[in-house]
């Protein structure tokens, strides 16, 4: 593995209280982080994850997973929107290790500290949309929803269903500048959680997709081997946001139970508060040694060894932040702490 050239370690340090600095405030308004974006792409975090012999930072996979744990103390969505940028970016790190392509992508994302956003969660096995063949590729027209980190997005990672007239339904895999033309946001980010992420809605109107674009080709609502290497690199990263917010929310609850150390109850609460958080943290930690710093098997069995333990460790963290309102009664109402 190629030697780290970025301290993710440190720059969490340096950059994490600055980014909690108007985090409510984001919050409130849905304002995405566009500020705490514009730190990441100065200090190359966008590309950290790309190896060295490609331009990259040749940070670890392991190492971004703990940036992005530690940056979600401070701003949960800045994490949250990072890690769907990074796995991307793990994904093509892994195939390019393997043999695969990804090279190309991984190269853009180092020149120009592009950002990538993602689409796939949303359109899972189906996808959803129209396509065209054309000369030469295909026009799409579709809308993405929960496209985190939009407002900044450089390149657009989809997919939409093709009805080829030999082989029948298929889904297409491609990347679309944002830049291109056709495309455009919505504008719809108003909603009850992840307020700040900007996981707009993207709108493409008949966006030339050229074949050479065209990554993969897979039946519509097939699994596909390719989601063994996705589902082991996107889940380890996105529950270790949620995990950094629920540990910074277990922090301020033990805080504010000191206000109510006299009620006999609150030991046993702040005891079952531990054991929660400790469920989510070795959930987490055990996906993360299963990715192994891109070193496992995509198999269909490592994909359901993830799903098992990402599901434990969303469990757990739900809980931790229950049982961390419980923990300080009447006062985890308030915004205000």
């Given at each position: 593995?190629?030697?780290?050239?970025?301290?993710?370690?440190?720059?969490?340090?340096?950059?994490?209280?600055?980014?909690?600095?108007?985090?409510?405030?984001?919050?409130?308004?849905?304002?995405?982080?566009?500020?705490?974006?514009?730190?990441?792409?100065?200090?190359?975090?966008?590309?950290?994850?790309?190896?060295?012999?490609?331009?990259?930072?040749?940070?670890?996979?392991?190492?971004?997973?703990?940036?992005?744990?530690?940056?979600?103390?401070?701003?949960?969505?800045?994490?949250?929107?990072?890690?769907?940028?990074?796995?991307?970016?793990s994904a093509a790190a892994y195939n390019w290790r393997n043999g695969k392509p990804g090279q190309k992508l991984l190269e853009r994302v180092a020149s120009?500290?592009?950002?990538?956003?993602?689409?796939?969660?949303?359109?899972?096995?189906?996808?959803?949309?129209?396509?065209?063949?054309?000369?030469?590729?295909?026009?799409?027209?579709?809308?993405?929803?929960?496209?985190?980190?939009?407002?900044?997005?450089?390149?657009?990672?989809?997919?939409?269903?093709?009805?080829?007239?030999?082989?029948?339904?298929?889904?297409?895999?491609?990347?679309?500048?944002?830049?291109?033309?056709?495309?455009?946001?919505?504008?719809?980010?108003?909603?009850?959680?992840?307020?700040?992420?900007?996981?707009?809605?993207?709108?493409?109107?008949?966006?030339?997709?050229?074949?050479?674009?065209?990554?993969?080709?897979?039946?519509?609502?097939?699994?596909?081997?390719?989601?063994?290497?996705?589902?082991?690199?996107?889940?380890?990263?996105?529950?270790?946001?949620?995990?950094?917010?629920?540990?910074?929310?277990?922090?301020?609850?033990?805080?504010?139970?000191?206000?109510?150390?006299?009620?006999?109850?609150?030991?046993?609460?702040?005891?079952?508060?531990?054991?929660?958080?400790?469920?989510?943290?070795?959930?987490?930690?055990?996906?993360?040694?299963?990715?192994?710093?891109?070193?496992?098997?995509?198999?269909?069995?490592?994909?359901?060894?993830?799903?098992?333990?990402?599901?434990?460790?969303?469990?757990?963290?739900?809980?931790?932040?229950?049982?961390?309102?419980?923990?300080?009664?009447?006062?985890?109402?308030?915004?205000?702490?």
């Amino acid at each position: 593995m190629s030697k780290s050239n970025i301290d993710l370690a440190s720059l969490v340090q340096e950059l994490g209280p600055a980014f909690a600095k108007g985090a409510g405030e984001r919050d409130e308004s849905a304002a995405f982080v566009a500020e705490n974006y514009d730190a990441l792409r100065e200090r190359k975090v966008f590309s950290a994850l790309v190896p060295a012999e490609l331009g990259g930072g040749g940070a670890s996979y392991s190492e971004m997973c703990d940036f992005v744990r530690g940056l979600a103390h401070h701003c949960g969505a800045t994490a949250l929107a990072l890690s769907m940028h990074s796995h991307l970016v793990s994904a093509a790190a892994y195939n390019w290790r393997n043999g695969k392509p990804g090279q190309k992508l991984l190269e853009r994302v180092a020149s120009a500290e592009a950002i990538l956003v993602s689409t796939g969660a949303n359109d899972w096995l189906a996808s959803n949309g129209s396509v065209e063949r054309t000369d030469g590729g295909y026009l799409v027209s579709a809308k993405k929803p929960f496209a985190s980190g939009s407002p900044k997005g450089d390149v657009l990672v989809t997919s939409a269903p093709y009805l080829d007239p030999t082989e029948g339904w298929q889904v297409l895999h491609f990347p679309v500048p944002f830049a291109a033309e056709g495309v455009s946001l919505a504008g719809d980010w108003d909603t009850m959680g992840m307020r700040a992420t900007g996981s707009e809605t993207v709108i493409l109107e008949r966006v030339f997709v050229p074949d050479e674009a065209v990554a993969l080709r897979r039946p519509q609502g097939d699994y596909h081997p390719a989601y063994n290497v996705i589902l082991a690199v996107a889940m380890p990263l996105i529950m270790s946001a949620y995990l950094g917010v629920a540990e910074a929310a277990a922090e301020i609850a033990r805080a504010g139970a000191q206000k109510r150390a006299d009620d006999p109850a609150t030991p046993y609460l702040l005891g079952e508060l531990a054991n929660l958080l400790t469920t989510a943290e070795l959930a987490r930690d055990a996906m993360v040694r299963i990715t192994n710093d891109w070193d496992f098997e995509a198999t269909t069995r490592t994909a359901d060894a993830i799903l098992v333990r990402k599901t434990i460790a969303a469990k757990a963290v739900l809980a931790t932040g229950e049982k961390a309102l419980e923990a300080t009664g009447g006062g985890g109402f308030y915004r205000a702490k």
